[in-house]
């Protein structure tokens, strides 16, 4: 019996230190989006109607501010009468070092990119920029990454199998500034 409780004590013990040495070691991603303003740009485009409209080009600075590499995806969510989103592609036109690809774009710790696009002006419209992310897969997550698929107790462990959001705040072409408060129907992923 005397045993047994030394045992269990030193799975305790263990368990705690692995804890404490592990957890600060874990790839972190955190990324930011700051929508900096108007570039002077606009493009032009013929809508439904067959009618010419001009809109301005916006640019954004995105930054990893996390602890490991990111996968990300940067666009605008325009949000129709507060009714459905649509996600438009932003454009990366100037990236630090820290910027690669392979088939997704990729952005390593401390460093930023600079992306564009154009907003909508239709008055029934409101428009953010957001920035999807996750980190990079290291070798023993790619390795273990079936099992934590079919295994849920093993999914938060994993944190690429996690997919994160960050965003601007909200613009209305009749409002240049930003508003603070989000649409009630949640563009969190």
Known sequence: ???LKFIILGIVVLTIICYVLFEPSKHRARMTILALGPTGEFVKETNNLGVEERHPVWRF???NTGRSD???DPHLLVLHQSVYEDRVKMQVVSASSGYYTNWLAALRPRHGVEAEAAVPVDK???WCGAVDYFPRTTTIESNLWPIGEHVRLLHG???SMNVHCDQTDWHSPTNIAPTSVPPQNGTNL
């Open 1 to 3: 019996m005397k045993r």
């Open 70 to 72: 990111v996968i990300f």
């Open 61 to 63: 600075a995105i930054t």
């Open 157 to 159: 462990l994993f944190p």
């Open 124 to 126: 029934e419209l409101s």
